[in-house]
């Protein structure tokens, strides 16, 4: 009998808190602003052109070869517009098989990879899942407006150091006073070097 009124307590508890779930298709649930979705590409809109060189090192260190990129000459080069010689030509995403482990991100010199908040994509056929470079660019160069209108610097693979408006850590005050946590003396923090 008091297992069953218990029981009872519980249902009724249950019954009067708001509901937690969201009939998905219909509603969404806002997204965290550092959110890892697709890759996309970043465009230089100063020159005109991809910020990708097309290098291929995303593609060599993407662990389920998801990516496949060729390079050619860059025309605005030999005009003296472009200060990069190479440009991408051809540029694929098979988000099929992408894991969002955004190595592509970390890896790329030249900083012309941002994981983007671009996740629900659904197609009949797999091959319908294999992205463009246009299409990369337009995630890149949206995710990147969005955030910047919000106040948030997308993360590229640049070092945090050297990311604009990076401000060093301060140390706490047992550190600063040489202090270990376990009593003894600290040893001196490593700080990253600026460039």
């Known amino acids: 009998m008091i297992g069953a009124l218990k029981a009872l307590s519980t249902t009724l ?12 298709p219909q509603r969404h649930l806002p997204l965290q602003p550092r959110y ?14 991809s910020a990708c060189t097309g290098c291929m090192a ?18 605005l080069f030999k005009e003296g517009r472009s200060p990069r010689r190479k440009i991408v030509d051809q540029y694929e995403l098979d988000i099929a098989n992408c894991i969002l482990c955004s ?20 197609a009949p056929a797999r091959s319908q899942l294999l992205i463009d470079r246009e ?3 337009h995630w890149g160069t949206d995710y990147v407006q969005r955030m910047r209108a919000r106040g948030i610097e997308p993360t590229t693979g640049a070092p945090p150091w050297e ?21 003894g003396e600290a040893e001196p923090a490593a700080a990253p070097k600026e460039a």
């Open 36 to 49: 890892m979705g697709f890759p996309g590409l970043i465009w230089d809109a100063k020159v005109g052109e």
């Open 135 to 137: 299409t990369l660019h």
């Open 163 to 183: 990311r604009p408006g990076y401000k060093r850590p301060q140390a706490s005050a047992s550190r600063q006073a040489g202090i270990s946590p376990e009593g």
């Open 103 to 122: 190595l592509c991100v970390e890896v790329c010199n030249f900083d012309a990879i941002v994981m983007t908040d671009v996740h629900e994509m659904a």
């Open 58 to 75: 995303c593609a060599r260190v993407c662990p389920t070869e998801c990516i496949v990129v060729t390079m050619k000459d860059n025309p």
């Open 13 to 24: 508890k249950t019954l009067l808190r708001r509901p937690v779930t969201v009939q998905y």
